[in-house]
């Protein structure tokens, strides 16, 4: 919505009637949980689905996001995934895809998150610091260890960083935050 980044979220919302709103928390003039506040005092204004978009991968800065009326949080750089499965989730929609099987030379490569609880807590604990730092050689160097330990999770992870999806590691690394591996006691 172009107006919003003039200072103006009522009257475009007005104009416009959207069902869902990408909002860039940092705007010019009115930043964007201003914006969602004034939006969400609109006589429509409950119904519509709002997603922060932001740099910034702070907890305390989601717990913002959504105590000024936003649905969700998605942080840069997002992914089409990411951007997908964000409005699946609030507009209800499914998507179809032509070819969702993986071809016989090029296999899938699923990322579970027992794999990484093999893996020694300080690598793991490395790994997460260069996901929130974003520090894509240092992402690669750290993929490049766990595969000479691991061949096949180095695969896994080294799928994901190459198309950038770094949200998928990090959801691995938390979901096996503290799980002991298979068959540990």
């Not at 860039?24 to 964007?32: A, E, H, K, Q, T």
């Not at 300080?122 to 000479?148: M, N, P, T």
């Amino acid at each position: 919505m172009v107006a919003m980044a003039q200072g103006r979220p009522t009257r475009s919302f007005r104009a416009w009637r959207p069902q869902f709103i990408w909002m860039d928390v940092r705007l010019p003039i009115m930043n964007g949980l201003d914006a969602a506040r004034c939006i969400r005092r609109l006589a429509d204004g409950e119904d519509v689905k709002i997603a922060a978009i932001t740099a910034s991968a702070f907890t305390w800065q989601r717990q913002e996001v959504l105590e000024a009326g936003m649905d969700d949080f998605v942080c840069k750089p997002y992914r089409r995934e990411e951007i997908l499965e964000c409005m699946a989730r609030h507009l209800g929609v499914q998507y179809l895809y032509a070819d969702q099987a993986a071809s016989p030379d090029q296999p899938a490569f699923a990322l579970r998150p027992e794999e990484l609880t093999t893996l020694p807590a300080e690598l793991r604990g490395e790994l997460k610091s260069a996901l929130v730092a974003l520090e894509v050689g240092r992402i690669a160097e750290l993929i490049g260890r766990i595969s000479e330990r691991d061949a096949v999770l180095g695969a896994a992870l080294s799928h994901c960083a190459d198309k950038l999806a770094y949200t998928p590691i990090w959801n691995a690394l938390e979901a096996g935050n503290g799980a002991l591996p298979e068959g540990a006691e």
